[in-house]
C-alpha cells in the first residue's frame, strides 16, 4: 500500500491494508472497490446526502494523473465539520432510488447467505478449531436467522408480490458518529429499514425515534414486519463467520451478549407489536437459549 500512496498520490505513508490513516494531520480512507459504475453512483447519492445537511463529509481525491481510480483503489478525504444528527437521520431516508425489491428476492438473499454460513460452520464442527460454545453460538444466530425467514413468508402469505423502496443505506455498524458515520465506503443500496437496524445498533437511533416515524407514517404495515425481521437478521455475525480469520475470537463477543441482545429483540417485538400484528416467537421470553 505505501508504494500505491507515493506512486498515486506523492504520501509516503506505510499501511498494511485498505482503512484509515492519518497524514499531516489529515485523516484518510483507502479503499478497494470492485465495482467503479456502482461506487460513483452511490458517491453521488452520498455527496447529495451531505449537501443536505451541509457538510463535505469525504472527497475523493484526485491522484497525480487527475483520475479518481488508481489501480482499483479509491483514496478519500475526511473534512472535520459539526453537523446535527437530527437532520442527518431525516435526510437519509429521502434519499429513495428509481427502483426496488421484492421481499421474495430478499428472502432469497437470507436463504444464500444462511446455507453459506452452515456450510462454512460444517468445515470446521467436527475439528479442535471452534469450541462448543462458540459453536452453539453459530447455531444459535443461524436459527435465529431462520426465524427471519418466516416472518417474510408471513409477508409473502398475504402477498406475494411486495416490494420495498430502495435507498442510500449503512452497510455496517459505525463506533464513532463522525468520521465512521460519514464515510461513504460504509453505505450501499437498500431498504430504509436496513439503514435504520444500522443506526439502531450503532446507538445513533431509539426506539423512541422508531416509534415517532411510525406515527409520522413513515412505514407500512408489510415495512413494520420487515423492519422487525430485519432487525433479527444477524448480518454482522454472519459476515464474521464468512470473512473472519479468527471465528473463535470475533465471535466470543456475541457469546457473552446473546442475553442482553435477546433482550433487545424482545424490546423491539413490543415496540412493533403495538402498531402491527407480528409473528409470536415464544423463546423471546427464555433466557440461557445456549
Not at 423502496?165 to 460504509?186: H, M
Not at 441482545?261 to 421470553?285: D, F, G, T
Amino acid at each position: 500500500m505505501r508504494n500505491l500512496l507515493r506512486l498515486y498520490y506523492g504520501i509516503d505513508y506505510q499501511i498494511q491494508e485498505c482503512g484509515y490513516f492519518i497524514y499531516n494531520g489529515q485523516r484518510f480512507y483507502l479503499m478497494s472497490i470492485q465495482d467503479n459504475q456502482q461506487f460513483f453512483e452511490i458517491y453521488r447519492v452520498y455527496h447529495y446526502l451531505m449537501s443536505t445537511i451541509h457538510i463535505n463529509g469525504y472527497t475523493i481525491v484526485q491522484n497525480v494523473h487527475n483520475q479518481y481510480v488508481s489501480n482499483g483503489f479509491v483514496l478519500l478525504m475526511y473534512h472535520v465539520e459539526e453537523f446535527d444528527l437530527a437532520t442527518y437521520i431525516t435526510s437519509s431516508l429521502k434519499t429513495q432510488m428509481p427502483f426496488k425489491m421484492k421481499v421474495r428476492t430478499i428472502k432469497e438473499q437470507w436463504i444464500e447467505k444462511i446455507d453459506c454460513v452452515r456450510a462454512k460452520t460444517k468445515e470446521f464442527a467436527y475439528s479442535f478449531r471452534f469450541d462448543q460454545d462458540i459453536l452453539s453460538c453459530i447455531y444459535y444466530y443461524t436459527g435465529l436467522a431462520e426465524n427471519c425467514i418466516t416472518i417474510l413468508n408471513e409477508i409473502l402469505a398475504v402477498q406475494d408480490d411486495v416490494e420495498f423502496s430502495i435507498y442510500l443505506s449503512l452497510d455496517k455498524v459505525v463506533d464513532n458518529v463522525a468520521y465512521e458515520l460519514l464515510n461513504p465506503a460504509n453505505y450501499t443500496f437498500s431498504t430504509r429499514e436496513r439503514h435504520l437496524v444500522c443506526l439502531l445498533d450503532s446507538h445513533l437511533l431509539t426506539l423512541t425515534n422508531i416509534e415517532e416515524l411510525i406515527t409520522n407514517r413513515y412505514f407500512d404495515v408489510y415495512e413494520m414486519i420487515y423492519l422487525y425481521a430485519r432487525y433479527l437478521y444477524p448480518s454482522e455475525f454472519f459476515n464474521i463467520i464468512m470473512c473472519s480469520q479468527d471465528i473463535n475470537l470475533e465471535v466470543r463477543p456475541y457469546l457473552e451478549n446473546v442475553n442482553r441482545r435477546q433482550a433487545q429483540y424482545l424490546e423491539i417485538y413490543n415496540c412493533l407489536s403495538q402498531y402491527v400484528q407480528l409473528p409470536k416467537m415464544s423463546w423471546l421470553n427464555q433466557s440461557n437459549m445456549l
